[in-house]
T-cell receptor
């Protein structure tokens, strides 16, 4: 089954606006992480939220986690053109095989100057 | 403090040739993971290795693909007799332990194109 389904698949906003991306998953998790990937580049780790946490902040990033709904959201406030990238959520399972990340297909965010 | 290094960054092979992808983890990390990203897709786990051991290869095709992480030197992902469907970006990641709490640090990837 596909873990970490993000929506929307693509999001286009103006600089200065906030961007919200959502992620759903199917199984029990140890933690959920968000990564950014600029076009043709590697992944950059943004933030990790544990299954017993509900909200976490890092700079302009705010992540929420609702384990009862098996969903998470990533909010980027006051977006900049440099935030243009694909954003992926990835989960680590609770229990066995909790070393591997299971990724969704990502949200392509375009921030227009 | 060098991050994860991968080479080559781009690799072009003809059908039937072999592809060798190399990954040097962050210094001091002994846990390496390989992921594959098809166009317009997220990353899919392939294999997890510790020094000299394959721990989990459940995401790697049984045929033509192999991986190693020798005591000395980089981790190698080897694809024999490549086919067009192998065209993808292959990412390596490393972590200091296998703990779920550990962040995996990703390399820039190798983009394989099979003609």
């Amino acid at each position: 089954s596909q873990q970490g389904e993000e929506d929307p698949q693509a999001l286009s906003i103006q600089e200065g606006e906030n961007a919200t991306m959502n992620c759903s998953y199917k199984t029990s998790i140890n933690n959920l992480q968000w990564y950014r990937q600029n076009s043709g580049r590697g992944l950059v780790h943004l933030i990790l939220i544990r299954s017993n946490e509900r909200e976490k902040h890092s700079g302009r990033l705010r992540v929420t986690l609702d384990t009862s709904k098996k969903s998470s959201s990533l909010l980027i406030t006051a977006s900049r053109a440099a935030d243009t990238a694909s954003y992926f959520c990835a989960t680590k399972a609770s229990g066995g095989s909790n070393y591997k990340l299971t990724f969704g297909k990502g949200t392509l965010l375009t921030v227009n100057p | 403090n060098a991050g994860v290094m991968q080479n080559p960054r781009h690799l072009v092979r003809r059908r039937g040739q072999e592809a060798r992808l190399r990954c040097s983890p962050v210094k001091g990390h002994s846990h390496v993971y390989w992921y594959r990203q098809l166009p317009e897709e997220g990353l899919k786990f392939m294999v997890y290795l510790q020094k000299e051991n394959i721990i989990d290869e459940s995401g790697m095709p049984k045929e033509r693909f192999s991986a190693e992480f020798p005591k000395e030197g980089p981790s190698i992902l080897r694809i024999q007799q490549v086919v067009r469907g192998d065209s993808a970006a292959y990412f390596c990641a490393s972590s200091p332990t296998s703990s779920a709490a550990d962040t995996q640090y990703f390399g820039p990837g190798t983009r394989l194109t099979v003609l």
